[in-house]
Nanobody, 117 residues
Framework: EVQLVESGGGLVQAGGSLRLSCAASGFTSDDYTIGWFRQAPGKEREGVSC????????YYADSVKGRFTISRDNAKNTIYLQMNSLKPEDTAVYYC??????????WGQGTQVTVSS
């Protein structure tokens, strides 16, 4: 069974840091592009970052560039999102997702990140 399980969310003050983890099972995550998305209340889901399974290339949304870092540990089949200098506007439910080509086909259940001002 394919599963993505996020963890590491929580409550943090503005300026603080969190590291989210996305543990993959049932498939080899380094064959897939893994993306991090977030959705705040009343807002559409937005892509935050992704890392390619082919060459490890990364992408960041402008809103998080320079503050967030995506990485993967293939031995642990886990993808991380290091979030530094957090802002209240980063508050959202964060999801990881996986795709080989085309649309993201596997999604985790999400983890809540709340940044207080």
């Amino acid at each position: 069974e394919v599963q993505l399980v996020e963890s590491g969310g929580g409550l943090v003050q503005a300026g603080g840091s969190l590291r989210l983890s996305c543990a993959a099972s049932g498939f080899t995550s380094d064959d897939y592009t893994i993306g991090w998305f977030r959705q705040a209340p009343g807002k559409e889901r937005e892509g935050v970052s992704c890392i390619s399974g082919d060459d490890g290339s990364t992408y960041y949304a402008d809103s998080v560039k320079g503050r967030f870092t995506i990485s993967r540990d293939n031995a642990k089949n886990t993808i991380y999102l290091q979030m530094n200098s957090l802002k209240p506007e980063d508050t959202a439910v964060y999801y990881c997702a996986a795709r080989r080509t085309g649309d993201y086909e596997f999604w985790g259940q999400g983890t809540q990140v709340t940044v207080s001002s």
